[in-house]
């Protein structure tokens, strides 16, 4: 323990209040002077006293900051408040030397019992932290901090830092800030409290000439901090030293009495908090949403923390050696010319020395010679930076949550803080795993993955997901907690909550792929019951067109992930069967954009079916089995049939109608042709012949290819369109350009040649030829087509033996 002959020359009577900027380096590199010069028996922070606790976890070895103190409500995880310190945050440095001279240290602040309590009501989703941050906003400007007032009606608040930058002669308070703290040479300071002196000064005289600035739960805050401050100096003496927002040692220093201060705390709200560490990130210290104010640049504040000298020079040797990982052409001759270069723009610009501007310009001038694009890349993951804090074991946890560490330390799947890509090939134990955390994370609200379009191929084998850790998820697992203790136990209760909940048909269904890609069998027969129950209960053919596709992909997805799924096949055959009859009648009489909307539902019904009634896959040999020998596809054919026909059907889906038959084989080219002939004939209105024409050819399924081979649909489009009337030609053209712009340059120039040719003067190939597009065949040429079968067999992986034109199922699937 210490001994009280240790306090050494104090600034004055009283406590040593050391006001801070949040989040500085020159403010953590002054405190730790101050604290060494005084040698207080007691150091008092400025945070949520329920983390008296957790102060000693400060100094575990797995301790690396950036972290944050969590407070969240126990009935309401949701409800939460964020501490932040980063490792050149000043009162994390005061803990540090606390624990490091075996000194108690505590926190004053508001009991987060009382601001998460405070906050209930309000519209923000977490309550942000009260003084941590917003006490002088870092970045010069007026910031908002959630805690101190409601969304609605929030007072217009005085930037300390703005008003004394202003006063100061300077039109940038960040600027001010580098010129009188951060630049200051503090090694040969004499009185280690001559700069809290100043500030606190400084802070006294806005302090009368705007009170609380339009924080008006300051005054609160600040009788609860005297109120402790009072009690340690009872316990220590005198020789406590407080680390506070410089915006409250006035407060602090001001005459109030015991009674007036706990009149101000009496009948505050109060909510049962939990308080934790939490990793946090470089990224969100530079943000300045939710949590009162965010820093523009923490990864160089850090450096300026941590450089021991010349930090100009350091820091474009970090600059030059990110560039040369990106392969960039950077010398020692380009760094030596940026230092000068930064020295001359301080020198010209009156500062003391080169800021983060002056770096920052030098940078784009010499080592990225005039260009943002790798200006970009120095701030993202140097000027920001990409650091994700870590915390020890140790830490209070929800169960969810430890749950959560366990199953990444099974997985090797570490929390990082800078995005990156995940592929997961699901026939592999490990990778299949991976996929099914983080889609049962993803059922859960905790968006740690987000899935992406898959480079490696698109079978249903094959994932890709993209990954960044936020300390907010952090809130969301404790949120999640109230569903389980572990990761598959939560997601499958919230499930089937949320299948009983379901209003739509295309939820449950979404729901019921969602378990079968997140592994949970368990939730699978509760959303089965509420599916078969939305199902029978949904007329809506829109409803059920929507809901069909998802089903579809559950079974496949189930095939390759070994799940049951023949009660899915069931449900969905007659999902099918239900659309086949209602799709008729509810495609008569459509306006326009209802047309359109149903064309987008029957396409989406057909991918479904042709999944559906696959032979040799997972999903066509459930669906043959659950379906009774139902020929799904024969009748949906016969649908798409009775679509083609029917007058009182809009053009858009007939022709849609006729173009997927036509692909399916059903419709000859010259039935094709004769049916575009009929409702391209004069006697058709423009408009309709406009639709028709742009659901045959319209959209990204190959029409444009379609009018390059087919000489006879290109020549009955070209007779068409010339022959509209000039009055009718302005009201179809949007529509034909609409259908027209959605094909490749390439596409849209070939057919312009021929239709300049006309289809009557098109070059012979050869003496056999008849006619047809320039460049190919009249029929396949079976050589030169065998010739890529050495090729398909090296990219499907076969063997010489096997035969390539006949790849197994699942390679077919993952072609498909």
């Not at 001759?333 to 920052?360: K, S």
């Not at 570490?414 to 955390?437: C, H």
């Not at 209760?493 to 269904?509: F, I, M």
């Amino acid at each position: 323990m210490r001994d009280d002959t240790e306090w050494r020359r104090s600034p004055g009577p009283g406590p040593l209040l050391l006001g801070v900027r949040h989040h500085g380096p020159g403010s953590a590199r002054a405190v730790r002077a101050a604290l060494d010069a005084a040698r207080p028996r007691a150091v008092l922070i400025e945070g949520p006293p329920e983390a008296d606790a957790l102060i000693p976890l400060a100094a575990d070895p797995e301790m690396r900051p950036p972290v944050a103190l969590l407070a969240h409500a126990v009935d309401e995880p949701g409800r939460s408040a964020f501490w932040p310190l980063a490792d050149f945050s000043p009162e994390w440095v005061a803990l540090r030397w606390a624990l490091e001279h075996e000194v108690p240290a505590r926190f004053i602040d508001l009991p987060a019992t009382h601001t998460l309590a405070w906050g209930k009501g309000e519209d923000e989703e977490a309550v942000a932290v009260p003084g941590t941050e917003a006490d002088e906003p870092a970045a010069g400007r007026q910031q908002p901090d959630g805690a101190d007032e409601s969304g609605a009606g929030r007072q217009l608040r005085v930037d300390p830092l703005a008003a004394l930058a202003e006063a100061a002669g300077y039109d940038d308070p960040e600027r001010w800030w580098e010129d009188v703290v951060e630049h200051r040479d503090g090694a040969g300071e004499r009185d280690a409290f001559a700069p809290f002196a100043a500030v606190a000064e400084a802070m006294g005289a806005l302090r009368e000439t705007y009170g609380a600035g339009g924080r008006d739960r300051d005054p609160v805050r600040e009788a609860h901090m005297r109120l402790r401050l009072r009690a340690a100096q009872r316990e220590f003496g005198e020789q406590v030293a407080v680390v506070c927002g410089a915006w409250h040692v006035p407060a602090l220093r001001a005459k109030s009495t015991v009674a007036a201060d706990r009149e101000l705390l009496k009948g505050l709200p109060k909510v049962k908090a939990d308080l934790t560490w939490v990793p946090w990130t470089n990224r969100r210290l530079a943000r300045a949403s939710g949590y009162g104010a965010g820093i523009d640049s923490p990864g160089w504040y850090g450096h300026l923390f941590r450089a021991p000298d010349r930090p100009v020079e350091r820091w474009l040797v970090k600059v030059a050696g990110l560039l040369r990982e990106e392969d960039r052409i950077v010398s020692s001759a380009h760094v030596i010319e940026a230092v000068r270069l930064a020295e001359t723009l301080a020198v010209m610009r009156g500062r003391p020395l080169p800021g983060l501007g002056e770096t920052t310009d030098a940078v784009r001038a010499v080592l990225c010679e005039g260009s943002d694009v790798p200006l970009a890349l120095v701030h993202d993951r140097l000027v920001v930076g990409d650091v994700l804090g870590e915390v020890p074991e140790a830490a209070p946890a929800v169960p969810l949550q430890r749950d959560l560490v366990r199953e990444q330390r099974r997985l090797r799947l570490k929390p990082e803080a800078l995005e990156r890509e995940l592929e997961l090939d699901l026939r592999k134990d490990t990778d299949a795993g991976r996929s099914r955390l983080l889609h049962r994370l993803r059922l859960l609200g905790v968006e740690w993955g987000e899935p992406a379009q898959s480079r490696a191929g698109t079978g249903t084998f094959r994932e890709t997901w993209r990954l960044r850790w936020e300390p907010e998820l952090s809130v969301r697992v404790a949120e999640a907690g109230v569903w389980g203790t572990t990761v598959e136990g939560a997601a499958t209760a919230r499930a089937e909550a949320d299948a009983v909940q379901a209003s739509a048909l295309a939820e449950v269904t979404g729901l019921a792929e969602h378990c079968l890609l997140a592994g949970l069998p368990d939730a699978l027969p509760v959303v089965m019951r509420a599916l078969a129950d939305r199902a029978a209960l949904d007329t809506d053919v829109g409803h059920l067109a929507q809901a069909l596709p998802a089903l579809v992909r559950s079974l496949r997805y189930g095939d390759v992930r070994g799940t049951d799924i023949h009660a899915l096949a069931e449900v969905a055959a007659g999902l099918a069967e239900r659309v086949f009859v209602g799709l008729p009648p509810a495609c008569a009489a459509l306006d326009a954009d209802a047309a359109e909307e149903m064309r987008g539902h029957v396409d989406a019904v057909h991918t479904a079916v042709g999944l559906l009634g696959e032979p040799g896959t997972g999903a066509g040999a459930a669906a043959g089995a659950d379906s009774g020998g139902r020929d799904l596809r024969g009748r949906w054919r016969a649908v798409l049939r009775t679509l083609s026909g029917r007058e009182r059907v809009p053009g858009v889906l007939r022709g849609r109608s006729v173009r997927i038959l036509l692909d399916e084989g059903e419709l000859g080219p010259e039935e094709a042709a004769r049916l575009m002939g009929l409702v391209l004939s004069p006697g058709t209105p423009p408009a309709d012949g406009a639709a028709w024409i742009e659901g045959f050819v319209g959209g990204s399924g190959g029409g444009g290819m379609l009018l390059v081979h087919d000489e006879r649909l290109l020549g009955l489009v070209d007779s068409w369109l010339t022959g509209v009337p000039a009055e009718a030609f302005t009201d179809v053209l949007p529509l034909l350009r609409r259908t027209f712009s959605v094909y490749e340059p390439g596409v849209r120039r070939t057919i312009g040649e021929l239709v300049r040719r006309g289809p009557g003067e098109r070059p012979q190939e050869g003496a056999g030829r008849t006619g047809g597009t320039p460049g190919f065949g009249a029929e396949t040429d079976a050589g030169r087509a065998d010739a890529v079968l050495p090729v398909l067999r090296l990219l499907l992986g076969l063997d010489e033996g096997e035969d390539a034109a006949e790849p197994d199922n699942d390679l077919v699937g993952a072609g498909r």
